[in-house]
């Protein structure tokens, strides 16, 4: 079936260095990708979407990246902090059904994202 | 807004017991999910609402039912709890913009163990 997953289960960094998250998708129908956070005990926290009609979206401090040559999301948090301390998912979906049903996200397993002092 | 909240935060039920978790939400959203997430793992689909009176299966939805009789609230069912149920337990809610996909927001999670 469709998948989606990450390259790496664990990242380490060092506080105030650029963070790079990787993700591969198999899914070619696959439109909308959005990337949470989730903290120790809490749920999936939004941080930044894109849609498959761009390859780059920018936020505060975050950058998603969007390859759909090679079907490849990334997540780059610049000047990582302690609060950026979480496991991040990226998750994708094809487009709306006709009639605008919407099909749940389907999440790859994660990125432990752990920043040294 | 208090946001997408769920109901109860832990549960600890025995094999063969029944038991609904419910999710409340504000926001007015027509859309409304259930997902269930192990270990090391990401969240899976169980069931999902696209409006009031209206459900249907996600990925994994065997053990669980699913209503959604008002729109601001979505229950998830276990008629028969199994330990392979055991697993933190997740709603979302998304608001419906013409066909485009919008992102979801998340509640808290429910811990069920099934022991």
């Known amino acids: 079936g469709e998948s989606v997953g990450l390259h790496l289960p664990t990242l380490s960094v060092q506080e105030g260095d650029n963070s790079i998250i990787n993700c591969a998708y198999s899914?070619?129908?696959?439109?909308?990708f959005i990337w949470y956070k989730q903290e120790s005990g809490k749920g999936p926290q939004f941080i930044i979407d894109?849609?498959?009609?761009?390859d780059k979206r920018q936020g505060q401090r975050v950058t998603v990246l969007l390859n759909k040559t090679v079907k490849h999301l990334s997540l780059q948090i610049a000047a990582t902090q302690p609060g950026d301390s979480a496991v991040y998912f990226c998750?994708?979906?094809?487009?709306?059904?006709?009639?605008?049903?919407?099909?749940?996200?389907?999440f790859g397993k994660g990125t432990h994202l752990i920043i040294q002092p | 807004n208090a946001g997408v909240t769920q109901t109860p935060k832990f549960r600890v039920l025995k094999t063969g017991q029944s038991m609904t978790l419910l999710c409340a939400q504000d926001?007015?959203?027509?859309?409304m999910y259930w997902y269930r997430q192990d270990p090391g793992m990401g969240l899976r689909l169980i069931h999902y609402?696209?409006?009031?009176?209206?459900?249907a299966k996600g990925e994994v939805p065997d053990g669980y039912n699913v209503s959604r009789l008002k729109k601001q609230n979505f229950l998830l069912g276990l008629e028969s709890a199994a330990p392979s149920q055991t697993s933190v337990y997740f709603c979302?809610?998304?608001?419906?913009?013409?066909?485009?996909?919008?992102?979801?927001?998340f509640g808290p999670g429910t811990r069920l163990t099934v022991l």
């Open positions: 894109i849609r498959s009609n761009m």
């Open positions: 979302a809610s998304s608001y419906h913009s013409g066909g485009v996909y919008n992102e979801q927001f």
């Open positions: 926001m007015n959203h027509e859309y």
């Open positions: 899914n070619s129908a696959s439109d909308y």
């Open positions: 998750a994708e979906t094809p487009s709306p059904r006709m009639g605008g049903g919407a099909d749940g996200l389907t």
């Open positions: 609402s696209v409006g009031e009176g209206t459900t």
